[in-house]
């Protein structure tokens, strides 16, 4: 089937060899047909195109990958055998266990939590079409992997949780990408709708098993009713050789408060875009990022916060490390509309070059179209400082001992804002994995004498790091 | 026993120390005053290692090893330990975490296991006791937040955790009320043995009250311009630093 003979639905002509051999790739696939909401992502991704690194949010990116990858869902015959062993330790009362993109109950444990309900592609068809492609490019949006997404996606997972319900660490969502990219690509999604006055967690990570030079793209919309209280916990460890695309949107209502924590520390080049709007009168976002690159990493994130109504707030907090020739690049962007008079945003956004040919670009940006205001912002590019190292040798540190403690040193104010204990554990395993530290950090974990100053100890905090360790 | 001769110093253009000789025998204690820019927290820096420090001339070596050779954390580990005059602040690095990671890396150096965390929680409080620090500032961040009375505290607990060969203590005794001076001092004075030397630098003859030092130097222009014994330091306190710069022109 060619692509001329399987798109004459489109209205314009694919903008690029790119588009047209993902329109191929869609038509190839088969069963789009049966779904008018994919055809729809397809066209409208074909009229407006994937971003080039001549676009202004996407220069730090290395899109060249793509032109490799299949973009059509891999074939399950291919798929390694995976034990729930294998993934991270469990964390949450439920977990969701999706592979390539589509649900898998044998490696996922649910268990019933009143209030919430999940819904995957396997229960429901309909799961997948909540998550909205609505505003695509644009000054200020840019959806357009989320539509790539929205086109290819077989499956998803709806999470609504009900009104007053109280479930803080409550769903756990594993995207576990097996799939080389030259076949076939990993879309995980999804629908995330908190309704008035519930207080719940939701952690979601990306990890790779078998290969580790996936393709994937991820879309997540969410959405926040008034009063009510989300943490959202995003750690993406993809495999070395990954490509891995993300965007995700949230809607706040009224006094609603949402707190996303990103932690980026795999993938060859990763790439994630987030669009908040605060819509209702003193809503409250957190965007906490910590990204970690090395050896020819590229990280880049882009988080754009619209404040729409009044008195609402923003804390924007990047803390990026890049050593060998990594780029670690987080472009931060507040824009303040007409009438949303008592805004409040903070961001805070630092960079520390660990590598000689690295690379750090932070960037804080602020538009604002009202009086009555307060923004502040601070950005910091740099190097470890020299006192601090100093004080450190002369105690008697070997170097390298030094370097890694101060680098640990310099993510830990937003490491710390981390509130899940076992998670926490996790992800300060991992951060000591990637900083090329051993035994000492993870000694640190000990409750009689951790590194991460203020630290919950835990109960088992030993038995714990152990586990998480034989899982990086 | 520590050996400084005739050591020249300079900071860029700036030339700091210009022929200064100095031994301390160990067991012994030695303060060096001097009034500001005389070269004194310079020669502090440079005995510990401290980058930016060129050293155009001269020696220093402690039982014979040439320290001037040696990197920071190298001294550290033969027995050198410096108290900053303005300890650094590191949040997110646990003040118990760099005590213990320093004690082992002096253990490890001497070819010694490294203790377990029990047994260093049970040596540290010991010594906290003695310098009268809550047991909260284990697990802090090191310094951070810290008052300056505080931060030389934690300056001394960590040389009584580390037990040097040699302790230089950088006007550990400024900013410290009369209170804190006694508790740092008291710690000084543990430290005191008949295998130890100890430096101590400072401005103000008020430590000197609490920690008798077996002599005085007076530093001018980066030389020792006068030595005696802790009467001087008294002499210095009545009659200030003038007459010794003018002797000394």
């Known amino acids: 089937m060619s692509a001329s003979q399987a798109t004459p639905k489109l209205a314009s002509v694919p903008a690029s060899p790119l588009t047209a051999r993902i329109a191929a790739e869609f038509a190839a696939a088969g069963d789009g047909a049966a779904e008018p909401r994919r055809q729809r992502a397809l066209a409208a ?112 997972v709806q999470i609504h949780v009900a009104r007053g319900t109280d479930c803080q660490i409550c769903v756990e969502l594993v995207f576990v990408a097996t799939a080389e990219a030259k076949a076939g690509a990993s879309y995980p999604r999804i629908n995330f709708k908190v309704d008035a006055n519930a207080r719940v967690g939701l952690i979601e990570r990306h990890i790779s098993f078998g290969s580790d030079a996936n393709f994937i793209n991820c879309a997540v919309d969410v959405e926040v009713a008034r009063d009510a209280r989300v943490q959202h916990y995003r750690v993406q460890e993809t495999g070395s050789r990954a490509i891995w695309f993300d965007t995700l949107t949230a809607k706040l209502a009224e006094n609603a408060k949402y707190q996303v924590h990103m932690v980026n520390l795999g993938a060859l080049s990763a790439r994630s875009t987030v669009q908040v709007q605060l819509l209702g009168e003193r809503s409250e976002v957190g965007v906490f990022s910590v990204s970690v690159g090395g050896k020819n990493q590229v990280h880049d994130t882009f988080a754009l916060v619209e404040h729409v109504a009044p008195n609402a707030r923003t804390d924007q907090s990047f803390r990026g490390i890049a050593g060998g020739r990594a780029r670690v690049a987080f472009n931060g962007k507040v824009v303040v509309r007409k009438g949303a008079h008592g805004t409040d945003s903070s961001q805070s956004l630092r960079g520390l070059l660990a590598g000689t040919d690295a690379e750090i670009d932070v960037r804080p940006q602020l538009e604002i179209y009202t009086d009555d205001v307060r923004c502040n912002h601070g950005a910091t590019a740099g190097k470890l400082d020299d006192n601090m190292l100093f004080y450190l040798l002369s105690r008697g540190l070997d170097r390298d001992t030094a370097l890694r403690l101060l680098k640990w040193a310099f993510l830990e104010d937003v490491v710390s804002k981390i509130e899940v204990p076992e998670l926490r554990r996790q992800i300060e395993a991992s951060l000591a994995g990637q900083l090329n530290e051993s035994a000492a950090l993870a000694a640190s974990q000990d409750p009689m004498a951790a590194a991460p100053a203020g630290a919950t100890p835990g109960t088992n905090g030993e038995r714990a790091t152990h586990t998480s360790k034989e899982n990086s | 026993m520590l050996k400084i001769d005739n050591l020249h110093v300079a900071v860029g253009d700036n030339k700091v120390l210009n022929g200064l000789s100095l031994e301390v025998p160990t067991g012994e204690v030695h303060a060096i005053m001097g009034p500001n820019g005389s070269g004194k927290s310079t020669l502090a820096h440079v005995l510990a290692g401290r980058p930016g420090y060129t050293v155009t001339a001269g020696s220093v070596t402690l039982d014979g090893k040439d320290l001037l050779a040696l990197e920071p954390e190298e001294r550290a580990h033969e027995g050198v330990f410096l108290g ?83 302790a230089v203590l950088d006007e550990t005794d400024s900013g410290l009320d009369i209170d804190a001076l006694k508790v740092v001092s008291n710690g000084v004075n543990t430290l005191r043995s008949p295998d130890r030397s100890v430096v101590l630098v400072t401005h103000y003859q008020r430590l000197l009250d609490y920690v008798v030092p077996d002599h005085v130097h007076v530093l001018v222009r980066g030389k020792i311009a006068r030595s005696g014994d802790k009467t001087l330091a008294l002499e210095l306190e009545k009659r200030g630093y003038d007459w010794v710069i003018e002797e000394a022109a």
């Open chain 2, 84 to 166: 900053f005059q303005y300890p650094v602040e590191i949040p997110g690095v646990n003040n118990v975490y760099l005590l213990k990671a320093a004690f082992n890396a002096a253990r490890k150096h001497r070819g010694q296991p490294e203790v377990d965390a029990f047994e260093f929680l049970t040596l540290v409080r010991e010594k906290m006791k003695l310098m009268k620090m809550d047991e909260s500032f284990l697990s802090r961040g090191v310094n951070e937040g810290f008052s300056g009375g505080e931060k030389k505290r934690n300056e001394i607990l960590q040389m009584l955790v580390l037990e040097p060969k040699l």
């Open chain 1, 45 to 156: 991704l074909s009229e407006v195109g994937l971003p080039t690194s001549r676009d202004e949010n996407w220069k730090y990116v290395n899109l060249r990958p793509l032109e490799k990858v299949r973009f059509a869902p891999p074939s399950t015959d291919a798929r390694p055998s995976i034990e729930a062993s294998d993934l991270p330790t469990a964390i949450g009362k439920s977990r969701y266990v999706f592979v390539d993109g589509v649900f898998d109950a044998a490696l996922s444990s649910v268990n019933a939590q009143s209030g919430v309900t999940v819904t995957t592609h396997a229960v429901s068809p309909r799961a997948t079409e909540a998550v909205s492609g609505a505003r695509v490019g644009g000054e200020n949006g840019d959806l357009r992997f989320a539509l790539l997404n929205a086109a290819f996606a077989t499956d998803g």
